[in-house]
C-alpha cells in the first residue's frame, strides 16, 4: 500500500513540473507586465531608466529562463518565492488564505452528501414515485442555477428581509470566534453545497437502479433482509464508488478555490487569491497558487484511491502473490 | 455515519486552530467601518498611481497643497506659496509644528527629501514628468522653501496637490522601507494593510489641522458592490465607497442610506487613433463626432448619471457646449463628411474595451457602434482584461478606445501628456497639430486666471474640431453613508481626505 502510495507521488513530479512550466510561460506570454498592472496608463510616464528601476524592484530584470531555474531551485528547498504586491513570502500568503477555502470545502462538501445522498437513494428506491420526480426536479434546478444567482439571492434576503449580512467584508477565523464564523461561511458553503448536491443525487440514483438489480439484492431480499438493510448495506455500498469519484473531483476543484463565491460573500479564500495575483501580474503568487492547487489536486486523487479500498474490498493496490 | 461526522468535526477544530489570527479589530462605537470593492496596491505615494491606493494614502500622507470641493488649490503642508512675477520661482512656507506619525518634526529639509526622491529615476515615480522643470531647491530656513525652474511654469503648483507629490519624513527616505510602512502627518496613522482584505487606521491625535473626529477606520474590502449595497441595507458598515452607477442608483430615498455624489473630473472618451488609415482624415473623424449622440451614450451606459462634456472637466475651465464642434448630433453633416472623404460605403472600425473598467465600458462602446451604424460604419468591440487593454493603448496598437481617463486640476497637467508635441503620450493621442503646442505652451507660462481661460477656451475648440478624440461625458463619484455618518465632503476627485471631518452621531 504504501509502495503504491510512493510511486504515485513520485509519478505526479513530472506532472506538477509540466504544470510549473506551463503556468511560468502563460503568465508572462499575457500581454501587461507587473508595471503596467501596478501603474495602468501611467506607466506611459515613465523613462527608460525608471522602468528598468521598476523591473528590478519586481525581479523581472533577469533573463526568463534564469528567473524560472532560480524559481525552481528555490521551490525544491521549499520556498516558494517572496509576493511583492502582498509584501511577504508567497507560502505565508497561500496559508493564511488557505484554512477559509478548505473550510468552505469541507462544509459545502458535507450539505452536498447530507442532500444528495438520501435523495439519491430515495430516488431509486421509489422509482418514478412522485418522490423520484420531486428528487429529479430537484437535481435540474440545482444544476441549472448558478453559483452568481443564488449568492445574490441568498444576500438579498438575507439584507433585504433580514436586515443581516454575517459576512461584510469582516471574515473572521474559526479559532477566533467559531459560532460567529461559521454563521459566515454556512450561506456561501450552501451555495456550493446545493449545487453540487444535485451532482452526487443524479449519480447515487443512477448507480443505485444499477446495483438494485443485480443478482445478490435479490439473494439478500430472498434472505429475509429488512428492505432499508438491504439498501443501505448491500445496495448503497456498492453504489457509492462512482459518488466518491465525482466527490473527490469536486473537492479539487472546491480546494482550488471558488472565486465567485468567494467574490460575493467577501470570503479571503485560494480563489480570489489567485485571481488578484493575475490581474496584478503577481508572478511569483500566481506561480505558488498553482502549484500549490495542483498539489491538492494529487493529493486528492490519491485520496479518493485510498477510500476505494475502504469502500470496495476488491479493489487493492497491494501486490498480491 | 457518526464516525464520519465525528472526524469531520476534529478536522474543523484543526483546521480553526490552524487559522491565522484575526485582526486586532479597533472595533468600537467611535471606529467608522467603511467598505469599497478594490483595495489598495501598494503603500508607496510617490509610486503607486491606482485611485484605490489613493483612497488609503491620502489619509496618511499629505502634499504641501490640496484641492478643495471646488477645485481651488488651498493649503496642507504648505500655509502659502507665491510665485515670481516671471512665474520662475516657486515659494512655499511652509506649516510649523506639523510631526510625523512615528513623532519626528516636519520641516524643509523633508520637502527637499521628497521631491528629490520624485525625480529620482531609480524611484520609478510616474509624477516625475511634471516636476521636470524644476532645477534646484533652496531652503532659506528651516520653513521656506524655494523652488527654482528651469522655465516659467504655473501648472506645478496643481501637480504639488497630487498625492503622488505628498511628503515624507527625510530619515524614511534614508534608511525606511516606504514600500511596507506608511508614515505620514495626515489625519489617521495606518496600523495594519492585509492585502485584499481589511485595513486599520487610528486617529492622529497630533494631526495639526481640527479633527479627526472618529477614534480609528476600518477599511474593508467587499469585492462584489451588490454586496456592499447589501452591507450598507443590513447596517453593518457605516460608510461606502462606489464606482457601478447602476449599483449606486439602486440608492433610493426610502432605504434610510445616503448616497453623496460629486461631478467627476474623470472624462469618458472615444479615442480615436488619427495615426491610423481612414482615421487620419479629418472629415471621417468629424463625421464620426457628427454622429455621435453623446446624451445617448451617458444615458443607455450610466442611466444618464453625469453630464456631457468637453475636453475639460474641471468648473473653471469649462466651456459652453454650443461652442465646440458638433456636439449636436448632426447625421446629415455626418453622411456629408463621409462622403467628402470618399467613404459614403463605410468602413469597419475596431474598437478596444477594458471589460469592466469602468464599469460602463461595454454599455459605452455598444451604444456608439449602434449610432455610428447610422453611417455605415461598422464598429467591431474587442472586450480584454485592464492590463492586457493598458498594455496596448500605452502601445497605440488600437484603431478606438472607449476610456475612462483620469481629470487633473490643472488643464495643462491634464493634457500635456497628449496634447504636446513631446508629452510623454502623444503617440497613445495619435494626434498633433502646432496650434494645440503653442496653445499649450502659452497656457503653462500664463498666470493671469482669465487671460488663461482664453487661451484653454480656445485649445477646447480647436481639439473638438480636430475631432481626434470624442469626448462624451463625466460621471459622478459615489460614496454612500449610514444616515448618523455627518461631515463628509464629497469630492470631485473622489477624494477620502474629509474624512478626517466625519463624527459618528447615533
Given at each position: 500500500?504504501?509502495?503504491?502510495?510512493?510511486?504515485?507521488?513520485?509519478?505526479?513530479?513530472?506532472?506538477?513540473?509540466?504544470?510549473?512550466?506551463?503556468?511560468?510561460?502563460?503568465?508572462?506570454?499575457?500581454?501587461?507586465?507587473?508595471?503596467?498592472?501596478?501603474?495602468?496608463?501611467?506607466?506611459?510616464?515613465?523613462?527608460?531608466?525608471?522602468?528598468?528601476?521598476?523591473?528590478?524592484?519586481?525581479?523581472?530584470?533577469?533573463?526568463?529562463?534564469?528567473?524560472?531555474?532560480?524559481w525552481l531551485g528555490n521551490v525544491v528547498q521549499g520556498n516558494l518565492g517572496f509576493s511583492v504586491r502582498h509584501g511577504a513570502p508567497v507560502l505565508d500568503v497561500i496559508l493564511r488564505r488557505f484554512p477559509v477555502t478548505v473550510e468552505l470545502a469541507i462544509l459545502a462538501m458535507i450539505i452536498a452528501?447530507?442532500?444528495?445522498?438520501?435523495?439519491?437513494?430515495?430516488?431509486?428506491?421509489?422509482?418514478?414515485?412522485?418522490?423520484?420526480?420531486?428528487?429529479?426536479?430537484?437535481?435540474?434546478?440545482?444544476?441549472?442555477?448558478?453559483?452568481?444567482?443564488?449568492?445574490?439571492?441568498?444576500?438579498?434576503?438575507?439584507?433585504?428581509?433580514?436586515?443581516?449580512?454575517?459576512?461584510?467584508?469582516?471574515?473572521?477565523?474559526?479559532?477566533?470566534?467559531?459560532?460567529?464564523?461559521?454563521?459566515?461561511?454556512?450561506?456561501?458553503?450552501?451555495?456550493?453545497?446545493?449545487?453540487?448536491?444535485?451532482?452526487?443525487?443524479?449519480?447515487?440514483?443512477?448507480?443505485?437502479?444499477?446495483?438494485?438489480?443485480?443478482?445478490?439484492?435479490?439473494?439478500?431480499?430472498?434472505?429475509?433482509?429488512?428492505?432499508?438493510?438491504?439498501?443501505?448495506?448491500?445496495?448503497?455500498?456498492?453504489?457509492?464508488?462512482?459518488?466518491?469519484?465525482?466527490?473527490?473531483?469536486?473537492?479539487?476543484?472546491?480546494?482550488?478555490?471558488?472565486?465567485?463565491?468567494?467574490?460575493?460573500?467577501?470570503?479571503?479564500?485560494?480563489?480570489?487569491?489567485?485571481?488578484?495575483?493575475?490581474?496584478?501580474?503577481?508572478?511569483?503568487?500566481?506561480?505558488?497558487?498553482?502549484?500549490?492547487?495542483?498539489?491538492?489536486?494529487?493529493?486528492?486523487?490519491?485520496?479518493?484511491?485510498?477510500?476505494?479500498?475502504?469502500?470496495d474490498p476488491r479493489v487493492s493496490y497491494v501486490r498480491k502473490g | 455515519m457518526t464516525r464520519f461526522v465525528r472526524v469531520l468535526l476534529i478536522l474543523l477544530v484543526i483546521l480553526g486552530m490552524s487559522s491565522a489570527a484575526a485582526p486586532g479589530l479597533a472595533q468600537g462605537d467611535n471606529v467608522l467601518?467603511?467598505?469599497?470593492?478594490?483595495?489598495?496596491?501598494?503603500?508607496?505615494?510617490?509610486?503607486?498611481?491606482?485611485?484605490?491606493?489613493?483612497?488609503?494614502?491620502?489619509?496618511?500622507?499629505?502634499?504641501?497643497?490640496?484641492?478643495?470641493?471646488?477645485?481651488?488649490?488651498?493649503?496642507?503642508?504648505?500655509?502659502?506659496?507665491?510665485?515670481?512675477?516671471?512665474?520662475?520661482?516657486?515659494?512655499?512656507?511652509?506649516?510649523?509644528?506639523?510631526?510625523?506619525?512615528?513623532?519626528?518634526?516636519?520641516?524643509?529639509?523633508?520637502?527637499?527629501?521628497?521631491?528629490?526622491?520624485?525625480?529620482?529615476?531609480?524611484?520609478?515615480?510616474?509624477?516625475?514628468?511634471?516636476?521636470?522643470?524644476?532645477?534646484?531647491?533652496?531652503?532659506?530656513?528651516?520653513?521656506?522653501?524655494?523652488?527654482?525652474?528651469?522655465?516659467?511654469?504655473?501648472?506645478?503648483?496643481?501637480?504639488?496637490?497630487?498625492?503622488?507629490?505628498?511628503?515624507?519624513?527625510?530619515?524614511?527616505?534614508?534608511?525606511?522601507?516606504?514600500?511596507?510602512?506608511?508614515?505620514?502627518?495626515?489625519?489617521?496613522?495606518?496600523?495594519?494593510?492585509?492585502?485584499?482584505?481589511?485595513?486599520?487606521?487610528?486617529?492622529?491625535?497630533?494631526?495639526?489641522?481640527?479633527?479627526?473626529?472618529?477614534?480609528?477606520?476600518?477599511?474593508?474590502?467587499?469585492?462584489?458592490?451588490?454586496?456592499?449595497?447589501?452591507?450598507?441595507?443590513?447596517?453593518?458598515?457605516?460608510?461606502?465607497?462606489?464606482?457601478?452607477?447602476?449599483?449606486?442608483?439602486?440608492?433610493?430615498?426610502?432605504?434610510?442610506?445616503?448616497?453623496?455624489?460629486?461631478?467627476?473630473?474623470?472624462?469618458?472618451?472615444?479615442?480615436?487613433?488619427?495615426?491610423?488609415?481612414?482615421?487620419?482624415?479629418?472629415?471621417?473623424?468629424?463625421?464620426?463626432?457628427?454622429?455621435?449622440?453623446?446624451?445617448?451614450?451617458?444615458?443607455?451606459?450610466?442611466?444618464?448619471?453625469?453630464?456631457?462634456?468637453?475636453?475639460?472637466?474641471?468648473?473653471?475651465?469649462?466651456?459652453?457646449?454650443?461652442?465646440?464642434?458638433?456636439?449636436?448630433?448632426?447625421?446629415?453633416?455626418?453622411?456629408?463628411?463621409?462622403?467628402?472623404?470618399?467613404?459614403?460605403?463605410?468602413?469597419?472600425?475596431?474598437?478596444?474595451?477594458?471589460?469592466?473598467?469602468?464599469?460602463?465600458?461595454?454599455?459605452?462602446?455598444?451604444?456608439?457602434?449602434?449610432?455610428?451604424?447610422?453611417?455605415?460604419?461598422?464598429?467591431?468591440?474587442?472586450?480584454?482584461?485592464?492590463?492586457?487593454?493598458?498594455?496596448?493603448?500605452?502601445?497605440?496598437?488600437?484603431?478606438?478606445?472607449?476610456?475612462?481617463?483620469?481629470?487633473?486640476?490643472?488643464?495643462?497637467?491634464?493634457?500635456?501628456?497628449?496634447?504636446?508635441?513631446?508629452?510623454?503620450?502623444?503617440?497613445?493621442?495619435?494626434?498633433?497639430?502646432?496650434?494645440?503646442?503653442?496653445?499649450?505652451?502659452?497656457?503653462?507660462?500664463?498666470?493671469?486666471?482669465?487671460?488663461?481661460?482664453?487661451?484653454?477656451?480656445?485649445?477646447?475648440?480647436?481639439?473638438?474640431?480636430?475631432?481626434?478624440?470624442?469626448?462624451?461625458?463625466?460621471?459622478?463619484?459615489?460614496?454612500?453613508?449610514?444616515?448618523?455618518?455627518?461631515?463628509?465632503?464629497?469630492?470631485?476627485?473622489?477624494?477620502?481626505?474629509?474624512?478626517?471631518?466625519?463624527?459618528?452621531?447615533?
Amino acid at each position: 500500500m504504501f509502495r503504491y502510495l510512493a510511486q504515485r507521488l513520485i509519478a505526479f513530479l513530472p506532472t506538477l513540473l509540466g504544470i510549473s512550466i506551463l503556468v511560468f510561460l502563460a503568465i508572462r506570454l499575457v500581454p501587461g507586465d507587473a508595471i503596467v498592472a501596478m501603474l495602468g496608463t501611467e506607466a506611459g510616464m515613465l523613462t527608460q531608466t525608471q522602468r528598468d528601476a521598476l523591473e528590478a524592484y519586481f525581479g523581472l530584470d533577469k533573463p526568463p529562463l534564469e528567473q524560472y531555474v532560480s524559481w525552481l531551485g528555490n521551490v525544491v528547498q521549499g520556498n516558494l518565492g517572496f509576493s511583492v504586491r502582498h509584501g511577504a513570502p508567497v507560502l505565508d500568503v497561500i496559508l493564511r488564505r488557505f484554512p477559509v477555502t478548505v473550510e468552505l470545502a469541507i462544509l459545502a462538501m458535507i450539505i452536498a452528501l447530507a442532500i444528495g445522498l438520501p435523495v439519491g437513494v430515495l430516488s431509486a428506491v421509489r422509482h418514478n414515485s412522485v418522490i423520484d420526480l420531486a428528487g429529479r426536479l430537484f437535481a435540474l434546478i440545482g444544476l441549472a442555477m448558478p453559483n452568481f444567482l443564488l449568492g445574490t439571492l441568498i444576500i438579498y434576503v438575507l439584507s433585504v428581509y433580514f436586515s443581516v449580512l454575517p459576512n461584510a467584508g469582516n471574515y473572521v477565523g474559526i479559532a477566533d470566534d467559531p459560532l460567529r464564523n461559521l454563521g459566515q461561511v454556512l450561506f456561501p458553503a450552501m451555495t456550493l453545497g446545493f449545487s453540487f448536491s444535485a451532482s452526487v443525487m443524479r449519480t447515487t440514483r443512477s448507480a443505485m437502479l444499477e446495483v438494485m438489480g443485480e443478482d445478490y439484492i435479490r439473494t439478500a431480499r430472498s434472505k429475509g433482509l429488512r428492505e432499508w438493510r438491504v439498501v443501505v448495506r448491500h445496495a448503497l455500498r456498492n453504489a457509492l464508488i462512482p459518488v466518491v469519484t465525482i466527490a473527490g473531483v469536486e473537492m479539487g476543484y472546491l480546494l482550488g478555490g471558488t472565486v465567485i463565491v468567494e467574490e460575493i460573500f467577501s470570503l479571503p479564500g485560494i480563489g480570489r487569491l489567485a485571481l488578484n495575483a493575475i490581474l496584478q501580474r503577481d508572478y511569483a503568487l500566481v506561480q505558488g497558487v498553482t502549484l500549490f492547487i495542483a498539489l491538492n489536486f494529487v493529493l486528492i486523487n490519491l485520496i479518493v484511491d485510498v477510500l476505494y479500498t475502504l469502500i470496495d474490498p476488491r479493489v487493492s493496490y497491494v501486490r498480491k502473490g | 455515519m457518526t464516525r464520519f461526522v465525528r472526524v469531520l468535526l476534529i478536522l474543523l477544530v484543526i483546521l480553526g486552530m490552524s487559522s491565522a489570527a484575526a485582526p486586532g479589530l479597533a472595533q468600537g462605537d467611535n471606529v467608522l467601518i467603511m467598505a469599497r470593492a478594490a483595495d489598495t496596491t501598494g503603500l508607496d505615494p510617490h509610486t503607486q498611481t491606482a485611485f484605490a491606493s489613493f483612497r488609503l494614502l491620502e489619509l496618511i500622507y499629505e502634499p504641501l497643497v490640496t484641492s478643495d470641493a471646488d477645485l481651488n488649490i488651498v493649503p496642507a503642508l504648505a500655509e502659502s506659496w507665491e510665485f515670481s512675477d516671471d512665474a520662475m520661482t516657486l515659494t512655499m512656507h511652509l506649516r510649523q509644528g506639523v510631526t510625523f506619525h512615528d513623532g519626528s518634526d516636519f520641516n524643509a529639509e523633508d520637502v527637499v527629501a521628497s521631491f528629490e526622491r520624485i525625480l529620482d529615476e531609480n524611484t520609478g515615480a510616474a509624477t516625475r514628468a511634471n516636476f521636470l522643470s524644476i532645477e534646484s531647491i533652496d531652503t532659506p530656513d528651516d520653513y521656506t522653501v524655494v523652488f527654482n525652474l528651469s522655465q516659467p511654469d504655473v501648472p506645478i503648483l496643481g501637480a504639488m496637490s497630487s498625492l503622488n507629490a505628498a511628503i515624507m519624513s527625510s530619515e524614511m527616505i534614508a534608511t525606511g522601507d516606504p514600500a511596507n510602512e506608511a508614515i505620514g502627518t495626515g489625519p489617521f496613522i495606518l496600523d495594519e494593510w492585509i492585502p485584499e482584505e481589511v485595513t486599520t487606521l487610528t486617529a492622529n491625535p497630533d494631526w495639526w489641522g481640527e479633527g479627526p473626529y472618529v477614534d480609528g477606520i476600518e477599511m474593508r474590502v467587499i469585492p462584489d458592490e451588490a454586496s456592499i449595497l447589501a452591507a450598507l441595507r443590513a447596517g453593518e458598515i457605516d460608510f461606502a465607497l462606489l464606482n457601478d452607477p447602476l449599483v449606486a442608483t439602486l440608492i433610493t430615498e426610502d432605504s434610510g442610506i445616503v448616497l453623496n455624489r460629486a461631478p467627476a473630473i474623470a472624462y469618458h472618451v472615444l479615442q480615436l487613433n488619427a495615426a491610423r488609415e481612414p482615421l487620419d482624415r479629418l472629415e471621417v473623424r468629424q463625421a464620426i463626432s457628427c454622429a455621435i449622440d453623446r446624451q445617448e451614450v451617458l444615458d443607455t451606459a450610466a442611466l444618464g448619471q453625469g453630464r456631457v462634456t468637453g475636453p475639460l472637466t474641471t468648473p473653471a475651465y469649462r466651456v459652453p457646449l454650443e461652442d465646440l464642434f458638433c456636439y449636436q448630433r448632426d447625421l446629415n453633416r455626418a453622411r456629408e463628411l463621409m462622403a467628402a472623404a470618399g467613404l459614403e460605403e463605410g468602413f469597419t472600425l475596431p474598437m478596444i474595451v477594458a471589460s469592466a473598467e469602468p464599469p460602463t465600458a461595454i454599455a459605452e462602446a455598444q451604444s456608439i457602434q449602434a449610432q455610428l451604424a447610422e453611417i455605415n460604419i461598422t464598429v467591431e468591440i474587442e472586450t480584454m482584461e485592464l492590463s492586457v487593454y493598458v498594455d496596448r493603448w500605452l502601445a497605440a496598437d488600437f484603431d478606438s478606445a472607449v476610456a475612462l481617463n483620469g481629470g487633473r486640476v490643472d488643464p495643462y497637467t491634464m493634457y500635456a501628456r497628449y496634447w504636446t508635441r513631446d508629452g510623454n503620450l502623444n503617440t497613445v493621442a495619435g494626434y498633433i497639430d502646432d496650434t494645440l503646442d503653442e496653445l499649450m505652451a502659452r497656457g503653462r507660462t500664463e498666470t493671469d486666471p482669465d487671460a488663461r481661460y482664453e487661451i484653454f477656451a480656445e485649445f477646447q475648440r480647436h481639439l473638438t474640431e480636430m475631432a481626434p478624440w470624442i469626448w462624451l461625458y463625466t460621471d459622478y463619484e459615489y460614496t454612500a453613508q449610514q444616515p448618523y455618518v455627518t461631515g463628509f465632503i464629497p469630492m470631485p476627485t473622489d477624494s477620502l481626505y474629509y474624512l478626517s471631518q466625519v463624527r459618528i452621531e447615533r
